[in-house]
RNA sequence: UGGGGUGUCGCCAAGCGGUAAGGCACGGGAUUUUGAUUCCCGCAUUCGUAGGUUCAAAUCCUGCCACCCCAGCCA
């Protein structure tokens, strides 16, 4: 058989497996699933764990099931399903099924009477902090339950009322029995049903006991047909307990595998779900799709491609290294993607007014869309001579190597002419007021006229009378307060996370349609939204500056 | 001081006994109507550390060191 070429140590084994003849019986159809709790919203670190479930889907032509680990009531909600299968969409992934975990509850109760029939669960009755110490310590082993040895018949009974409803929370739990001296403490007789009387978003009220995930999740897995549970490196050592579920469970081989990998973490990058939560409930940011946020929807909100985070987890790769990537990576894939299809456009930030004293009238330039597409495509851009540049593509006193305008120089308005610098007005505090110019007529862009006129570089400008006023929207990473134990966190973040201030920006920019990506020369990306009825202008990612290097 | 993991360039990461891929970052140069992009060129005599086996070790063996995870009726 033809195996695919293996890029990753997941995949290695997944070869090695397929080989060796593991899968024959099924067809070698390899099968994974993607199992998130819909306690809360999908953010970049699940985007690994999404590429590379889905990435094994592709590769080996399997199936994918997305399916919400909804074991525990008290903290899910359909709220969090749509927004999660909403992320996943937009992120371009297909899944084969949609299931959930609260639908097996009815055969993950069948195979715990199973357990306690064959002596491999037993009912407990000591409290949670009792469980708690006798459980031992890392060093020390656990202690026998007073209630270990029951017979099958009373824990049958008992386990049957536990379902019944006839114990209150906390009185009662069902344990698999495995050992309470082993050195893996999540061996030490581990609690696989609690009674929590609480109704479940989808069940209601049916049930009364819940389903640990340690218990749970490998039953699911086994039930589905999975052939590999990927997931990140805390599950290490639960794998002997998944292992164990299943096998004492009787499932048929192939059984699935779990296989752990390093979770993605970025500098700069707040992703615990704890800080989050707080950022949204005191209302540091506008909520969890605010752009700032590491959420995908906030992401999405920030205006980053899809396609950016897919070959930022393709570069990032898969190994067991505890890594932190730098955000510098994510960035340049979220550029790359957007130099290649984002349209180009003029916006100056800072203006300062450029008047041209020796032209008059009024005409339209060709702009070039994209000079990268290849398609040469051009829009209109009104020009009449008096413009507003960027404060600083102007120079009294240029440092070294500066090639925009000083006095006395040229420099080319972009898509436009070569303009000379004659003069500049300042104000009383002797800021740049004005900038005064004469331009030279042949050297219209786009001219076949050769002219001995030349310029160091070349600048963006606005016209003066046809650029509309935009607000633009700039942001800063969020970082954990306890970053930052001297300062005021809330004061931080409003001084300096987002910034808004006000611009000058193309007609066709500030009335064109929303969501739309821009770049803007030597400033960046942005996203064009309206807000309230303003256009804004929503920072994606900076450009490169190697100037200022 | 129990168990499970991980240590290869500033940050990720290949490598699987035959003499250190690649990406990001960084430095230099060329092209450019974006100081962007593109394009060259440079960037680990060394793989946590100390020994050992071998003609040959990042890869095998042994000891040590560092860091991460585990004592929820969370997932």
Request: proline share 6%; glycine share 6%.
């Given at each position: 058989m033809q195996l695919p070429e293996a890029t990753n140590f997941i995949e290695q084994i997944i070869n090695e497996e397929l080989e060796a003849g593991k899968f024959e019986s099924r067809g070698n159809l390899i099968q994974v699933r993607f199992p998130p709790e819909p306690n809360g919203y999908l953010h970049i670190g699940h985007v690994k764990a999404l590429c590379i479930n889905f990435g094994v889907k592709e590769k080996y032509h399997g199936k994918l099931n997305l399916r919400m680990d909804d074991t525990n009531p008290a903290k899910e909600d359909y709220e969090y399903v749509n927004s999660i299968i909403e992320a996943i969409k937009w992120l371009g992934f297909e899944y084969d099924k949609l299931v959930f975990a609260s639908d097996y509850y009815d055969e993950l109760y069948a195979i715990a009477e199973k357990y306690i029939m064959e002596g491999n669960a037993y009912v407990c009755d000591l409290s949670a902090e009792e469980i708690t110490a006798t459980r031992g310590t890392l060093t020390e082993p656990g202690t026998n339950s007073p209630y270990r040895n029951r017979s099958v018949e009373e824990n049958l009974k008992l386990f049957r009322e536990m379902k019944a409803g006839k114990y209150p929370d906390g009185a009662k739990v069902l344990r698999a029995k495995i050992d309470m001296s082993s050195p893996n403490i999540n061996m030490r007789d581990p609690v696989i049903y609690r009674i929590a009387h609480v109704p479940h978003y989808r069940q209601g009220d049916k049930w009364c006991i819940y389903p640990m995930y340690d218990y749970a999740h490998p039953l699911s897995d086994a039930i589905e047909g999975i052939t590999?549970?990927?997931?990140?490196?805390?599950?290490?050592?639960?794998?002997?307990?998944?292992?164990?579920?299943?096998?004492?469970?009787?499932?048929?081989?192939?059984?699935?595998?779990?296989?752990?990998?390093?979770?993605?973490?970025?500098?700069?990058?707040?992703?615990?779900?704890?800080?989050?939560?707080?950022?949204?409930?005191?209302?540091?940011?506008?909520?969890?799709?605010?752009?700032?946020?590491?959420?995908?929807?906030?992401?999405?909100?920030?205006?980053?491609?899809?396609?950016?985070?897919?070959?930022?987890?393709?570069?990032?790769?898969?190994?067991?290294?505890?890594?932190?990537?730098?955000?510098?990576?994510?960035?340049?894939?979220?550029?790359?993607?957007?130099?290649?299809?984002?349209?180009?456009?003029?916006?100056?930030?800072?203006?300062?007014?450029?008047?041209?004293?020796?032209?008059?009238?009024?005409?339209?330039?060709?702009?070039?869309?994209?000079?990268?597409?290849?398609?040469?495509?051009?829009?209109?851009?009104?020009?009449?001579?008096?413009?507003?540049?960027?404060?600083?593509?102007?120079?009294?006193?240029?440092?070294?190597?500066?090639?925009?305008?000083?006095?006395?120089?040229?420099?080319?308005?972009?898509?436009?002419?070569?303009?000379?610098?004659?003069?500049?007005?300042?104000?009383?505090?002797?800021?740049?007021?004005?900038?005064?110019?004469?331009?030279?007529?042949?050297?219209?862009?786009?001219?076949?006229?050769?002219?001995?006129?030349?310029?160091?570089?070349?600048?963006?400008?606005?016209?003066?009378?046809?650029?509309?006023?935009?607000?633009?929207?700039?942001?800063?990473?969020?970082?954990?307060?306890?970053?930052?134990?001297?300062?005021?966190?809330?004061?931080?973040?409003?001084?300096?996370?987002?910034?808004?201030?006000?611009?000058?920006?193309?007609?066709?920019?500030?009335?064109?349609?929303?969501?739309?990506?821009?770049?803007?020369?030597?400033?960046?990306?942005?996203?064009?939204?309206?807000?309230?009825?303003?256009?804004?202008?929503?920072?994606?990612?900076?450009?490169?500056?190697n100037f200022n290097k």
């Open positions: 590999h549970s990927l997931c990140s490196l805390e599950f290490e050592n639960h794998r002997p307990l998944y292992d164990w579920v299943i096998e004492k469970a009787g499932f048929p081989a192939p059984v699935p595998r779990q296989i752990e990998f390093a979770r993605l973490n970025i500098t700069n990058m707040l992703m615990s779900k704890r800080y989050l939560k707080k950022l949204v409930d005191e209302g540091f940011v506008r909520g969890w799709d605010d752009p700032r946020m590491p959420t995908l929807m906030g992401l999405k909100n920030r205006g980053v491609p899809p396609e950016a985070l897919k070959k930022f987890c393709a570069d990032v790769g898969v190994a067991k290294n505890y890594s932190v990537v730098s955000l510098a990576q994510l960035d340049e894939c979220i550029r790359d993607e957007l130099n290649k299809t984002a349209e180009r456009a003029m916006a100056v930030f800072d203006p300062v007014k450029l008047t041209i004293t020796n032209y008059s009238g009024e005409e339209e330039l060709d702009f070039e869309i994209n000079p990268l597409d290849g398609s040469g495509a051009t829009r209109k851009v009104k020009f009449t001579g008096t413009v507003y540049i960027d404060r600083d593509d102007f120079a009294l006193n240029p440092p070294p190597k500066y090639k925009r305008l000083t006095v006395g120089s040229n420099v080319r308005l972009k898509a436009a002419y070569i303009v000379r610098c004659d003069d500049v007005v300042l104000d009383e505090n002797g800021e740049v007021k004005e900038i005064l110019c004469t331009y030279f007529p042949e050297t219209r862009s786009g001219s076949e006229v050769k002219s001995e006129v030349k310029a160091k570089g070349v600048i963006h400008w606005v016209d003066a009378k046809y650029g509309k006023d935009v607000q633009v929207r700039r942001y800063k990473p969020l970082l954990k307060d306890e970053e930052y134990p001297d300062q005021d966190y809330a004061e931080r973040l409003d001084k300096e996370s987002e910034t808004i201030f006000y611009a000058k920006c193309e007609p066709y920019v500030a009335e064109g349609e929303d969501e739309k990506p821009y770049q803007f020369m030597r400033t960046g990306y942005y996203k064009k939204c309206t807000d309230g009825g303003e256009a804004v202008l929503s920072e994606i990612v900076t450009l490169k500056d």
